[in-house]
């Protein structure tokens, strides 16, 4: 008796506390590929569109893209022009561009894609007003070389710009940093410019503004509704260079794009999706706003300004 | 003239002569039989006399003869003897020809209380709840959560019925002629004989003499065990309408369509942030240190506040006062003992109780050699106990002291690691090694702290007080380490995924209340208060999601520390006319945090009303705010959740609730209630998804709403006379919720635990007096859950149309747009209570099986990746697996009782 009951209490807590899962069928219904745009466009500049199909969470790899398909855009019913398709290089995916429209401000844009197989797709989206800049300045800047060669440069800039009160606007603001790379010419002692490239400013994750309203943050900028703060913004960012690489730091770049809603959204769900931890701490992936019928993606119109600061370092 | 005087004359004539024979019967010689036992049968037998006695038999009934029988007396003083100390007295009739007996008109005049307290007669324990009632007033009260009682009473001879459930009723017949003390011990019904002739059963018990709430029978608690055998006083909460719970109760309970952390759990006054071992699976309360559960879903008294949805209050044992008792118990994987007794009989008492889960060990050896033959190393461990503590001391008629304690410890950790190399030969003959590393630690540890020291007094007949110092506190440390990632070993090009996280909370409450009752005479009775209370709350939360072959999770350094005040006095008058119970309650709440105050005012109102003796109906508003909230994190609920303070703009959350019930009973026994409610919640918190963790928690929620309404059946047998009882309830419920756009958008979706139906059946059968079954049944539609369904690549979020393979964004969908299957589980159990010869020492077996029919009932859905070499290419196959809680475990539980049979 002493024995079985030894053996069943041991059964019980081998199941209890060890079998806890099992594979299944999938509980969810796998829903067909869908057609996925992707395109954000500006004013005067032909209109790009990206289109490949989406797959279901069991399949691994990268979403091909979607080649032959009819892409046309339109105001209200009137065809403006189909979008023909350029095949992709190592450096860009493929893609369908017009060849002659270019958008402009204020006027509402549909574009409908379709596919043999796929449900055909529809979006609508319009580029908003732009709003300048007004005041972009340096205030300090320090510096510190640091053990492995880099430099970091703490630089303290103020930005202004106008928003209209009437109305909700919403912003991504960016900040680019130019960083020069130079090379020594023989043994000279002497350098030349090289070549220069670019990168984002990461935003500092705590300052002046009302966080509460600035509804992301990556190195991509954040995503501002109205103006939150008071008189022009003080920020305190932070760029590195790296002196082993004979880099120098060049110009400082803002760029204040005005967004339609539709960009507004998709940006802000995909850097919290990004954002999303998948520690069992953590909530479900958010899900991400989306305005293409049927499909998935973004049609989104965007305007923009930009400022350039000559960094007095 | 003549005629005139001759009227006169008859009629004095006929006065004295009156007079006269009335004077000759009350001198008559009489003797009352020694088989007479009651004052009834001696009147019965002077009638049987001729003597001419007028008298209701309801008024002379329930006193025993105190006359010395057998013995000749005149009838005067036979009936003055008889009549000494019941209230009544005697008259003659008008006439003068019969002697009429009738209650005293003086003391029938006189206004009185009666106070005292209402105990367990075997242990000293005093009852919570208990009834008491005069059915000839139609008028009663319950005694409050120290077992004291006060009452109005009108002056003469009263009966009073006093019950109890698990309690013989009890039944005297009382004198009452000035303010009056009246102890009254009852006997648990365990030592009664078999059949029990009940005298309150075919009718409810006036409005206001219940508690507003459900009480938990613990002696069905004792019969349906959990998964190993383990008695958890909460087990059987989801059997109850209006509430649900997570599979297998994990993730706690959901009152009507709020969150967990919307309830309020009090274990003796004192509240507990984190009622749950195991994750939930069973709750920290050792069922043999427990006297008493209480479940408030609505007409909340205002004594109770600081949260949104429900009130479960929970009361140890004080410790027997007068013999020492010693048990012993133990399950599957765990053991436990009590001891109490007197440290001076009747004057003070202690209780202490342990509870500790050697399974644990068992748990690492059997975890190691599972995952060996798995292909992974690693062990899982779990350590987990608990201890209750109490002392209560007499300090005179008045005054009583407690001083109790509790702590409990859950600490758990478990790792994997899978480490393994593999050769893709493509179809040009080159060879490809991979390594694939997949290594998990996961470690949760949560210690709860609780003390309190109370001092009842009394300070007079009708004023009944309580004073409190307690401290609670939860400690919570956690970290998750998650690495799976795919090496190309010549080309060194690595994927995959690495992700730590840490955190760590606290939260400490240190407090002061005052609780009064005031008998205002008149049915009508005024409670109230103070609570004083200060937090702290500690957070720390780190993650990092970096690759790294040899992952270590880091400390973790910042940490947020709030330290807010609340202050909340309450007041609730309770009027009763009549069949109508009316309450009106106000509790405001003053909360100080980071030099923001909010002031809150909740209102409580109920209304009764008992339309025949055996139907009634309720009507409930209920304003409830909640200054704490609790952020869960995970889908599931772990006792890794948050505990936040309300600040600045985080408001506290607010509901308001409007509920209806009736209750019919339709037969011994038998009762049927019918109830509807409707709740909204405002200023709720959640985490927003996808917020940036490192920095300080208000920055990473939404802000939102929800609603909530539904209708609830139960019928019920209570146990009795029969050998059935049990209940079946029916939830037909809806809630859903609304955040701001961080959360789906800003659209409406449906509560994680919004289950529309609900069904809870619950049975048990008596075979003999000591062996019984039970059964439980439910089923309830599945819980609400998200799903990534498909995925499409997106190139670096500003910039479209850069290559990058890496940028795969989820389609999720709507949130909780998924449902899972329908959640259900059966559970059957026998239950012995076994002598030994001479019955002082019982054993105390349950035998049965949980989850009889083995479903799995999942917790949720999860993608696992399985790489292999397939046509010359590197494949990775993904594949859903369900994680599950518990499948079929057998029910054995023995316990050991050294003095008597257990309650």
Known sequence: MRTSLRILALFGLVVLLLRCWEEIDSPIPIPDPKLVLISNFFPNELVSVELHASQSVLEGGRPQPVEDAEVEILVGNQIVEQLVFVPGTPSRLPYYTTQTFKPRVGIEYTIHAAKDGYVPITAVSAIPDPVPITFFQQLSSTSQLMEDGTRVYDLGIAIDYEDPATRNTYYHFRLVQEVEVWREIGNTGQYTLDFRYFKPVEFPRSGPIDWEVVLANSGSGVLITDKPFEGPLSLAVSSTIDENQHERLGRLFAELRVVSREYFNFQNDIIRQTNNNPGPFDDDAPSVDNNVDNGLGVFAGYNYARDTLNLDI | ?903
């Open chain 2, 1 to 903: 003239m003549e005629r005139l005087l001759l009227l006169c004359c008859l009629l004095f004539g006929s006065f004295a002569g009156a007079a006269v024979q009335a004077q000759s019967i009350l001198d008559e010689e009489v003797r009352i039989r020694r088989t007479d036992k009651t004052l009834s049968e001696a009147l019965q037998h002077l009638v049987n006399l001729d003597i001419p006695l007028s008298f209701r038999e309801d008024q002379v009934t329930g006193f025993n003869l105190t006359i010395d029988a057998g013995r000749s007396l005149s009838l005067r003083n036979c009936l003055e003897q008889l009549l000494t100390e019941t209230g009544l007295k005697y008259e003659l009739s008008p006439s003068g020809r019969r002697i009429i007996i009738l209650p005293d008109p003086e003391l029938l005049g006189l206004e009185l209380t009666l106070y005292g307290h209402i105990t367990d007669a075997r242990s000293g324990e005093r009852l919570l709840g208990a009834n008491i009632y005069s059915p000839d007033l139609q008028q009663g009260t319950m005694s409050n959560f120290y077992g004291f009682y006060s009452m109005d009473i009108r002056g003469g001879a009263r009966e009073l019925i006093v019950s109890y459930t698990g309690y013989a009723p009890f039944s005297t017949k009382l004198v009452f002629d000035e303010d009056s003390v009246l102890d009254i011990a009852l006997q648990p019904d365990a030592t009664l004989p078999e059949v029990i002739v009940l005298p309150v059963i075919d009718s409810l018990l006036p409005v206001g003499v219940e508690a507003p709430g459900d009480y938990i029978d613990l002696e069905d608690v004792e019969r349906l065990p959990g998964p190993g055998g383990e008695v958890d006083p909460l087990r059987n909460l989801g059997l109850f309408p209006g509430i649900t719970t997570g599979p297998d109760g994990l993730g706690g309970f959901f009152i009507r369509g709020s969150d967990a952390g919307h309830n309020l759990v009090l274990l003796d006054g004192v509240p507990v942030f984190n009622f749950g071992h195991a994750a939930g699976l069973f709750s920290i309360f050792n069922a043999q240190a427990i006297r008493r559960v209480d479940l408030h879903k609505e007409a909340i008294p205002a004594r109770f506040g600081g949260r949104l949805a429900g009130v479960l209050d929970i009361h140890t044992r004080d410790g027997n006062l007068y013999h020492n008792q010693f048990k012993l118990g133990t399950s599957i994987g765990s053991s436990r003992f009590t001891a109490e007794g007197p440290l001076i009989p009747g004057e003070s008492s202690f209780l202490i109780t342990g509870r500790y889960f050697w399974g644990g060990q068992l748990v690492r050896y059997f975890s190691e050699r599972y995952k060996n033959r798995r292909g992974r190393e690693g062990r899982m461990r779990y350590q987990l106990y608990d201890v209750n503590f109490k002392l209560n001391q007499k300090l005179g008629a008045r005054d009583r002291l407690y001083f109790s304690f509790f702590r409990g410890l859950d600490d758990y950790d478990n790792t994997s690691r899978h480490d393994t190399t593999f050769n893709v030969i493509n179809t040009a003959g080159a060879i490809f090694r991979y390594n694939i590393l997949q290594e998990k630690r996961e470690s949760v540890a949560w210690e709860n702290t609780l003390g309190t020291v109370r001092w009842n007094h009394i300070f007079n007949d009708r004023f009944f007080g309580n004073f409190t110092f307690s401290l609670s506190n939860l400690d919570v440390d956690a970290a998750f380490v998650r690495q799976d990632s795919l090496r190309e070993e010549i080309g060194g090009a690595e994927t995959g995924t690495y992700y730590f996280e840490t955190l760590g909370s606290s939260v400490r409450q240190l407090g002061f209340a005052f609780d009064g009752q005031y008998n205002l005479g008149g049915n009508e009775k005024l409670d109230f208060g103070l609570r004083v209370n200060q937090y702290r709350f500690t957070t720390s939360l780190n993650n990092e999601d970096e690759l790294n072959e040899n992952p270590v999770g880091p400390d973790f350094s910042t940490s947020t520390i709030e330290q807010p005040i609340e202050i909340a006095p309450y007041a609730s008058l309770e009027l009763r006319r009549n069949r109508w119970l009316f309450s009106a309650g106000l509790r405001s709440q003053l909360w100080w945090s980071r030099g923001a105050t909010n002031l809150s005012f909740e209102p409580r109102l109920m209304v009764s009303n008992q339309l025949s003796p055996r139907l009634d109906w309720r009507l409930a508003f209920d304003v409830n705010s909640q200054p704490i909230h609790r952020l869960s994190s995970s889908t599931i609920g772990l006792p890794t959740d948050l505990w936040v303070p309300s600040r600045g703009d985080f408001k506290p959350a607010r509901s308001n609730q409007l509920s209806l019930r009736g209750r019919w009973l339709w037969a011994d026994n038998w009762r049927l209630e019918v109830g509807g409610y409707w709740r909204e919640m405002t200023h709720l918190l959640a985490y927003a998804p996808g917020s940036e963790r490192n920095s300080d928690w208000a920055e990473n929620v939404s802000i939102g709403s929800g609603q909530a309404k539904g209708i609830e059946v139960l019928i019920a047998r209570r146990r009795g006379e029969g050998r059935l009882s049990g209940w079946l309830s029916y939830t037909l419920a809806d809630s859903d919720r609304t955040f701001d756009l961080a959360i789906n958008a800003g659209k409406t979706f449906p509560f994680r635990y919004d289950r529309t139906h609900n069904l809870g059946l619950a049975l048990f059968y008596k075979l003999s007096d000591r062996i019984s079954f039970s059964t439980s049944w439910r089923i309830a539609s599945g819980a609400a859950y998200s799903f990534n369904i498909a995925s499409f690549n997106l190139p670096e979020p500003s910039e479209a149309f850069l290559n990058d393979p890496d940028n795969i964004i989820l389609e999720t969908g709507a949130r909780n747009r998924f449902r899972l299957p329908a959640d259900h589980r059966l559970d059957l159990n026998f239950h012995f209570d076994l002598p030994n010869h001479n019955q002082r020492i019982w054993h105390r077996f349950n035998i049965g099986v949980y989850n009889a029919y083995n479903r799995r009932n999942p917790l949720f859905y999860d993608l696992f990746t399985d790489y292999s070499s397939r046509n010359g290419a590197l494949a990775a196959d993904r594949y859903f697996v369900q994680v599950f809680l518990a499948p079929l475990i057998p029910i054995i539980s023995y316990e050991l009782n050294l003095d008597g049979r257990p309650q």
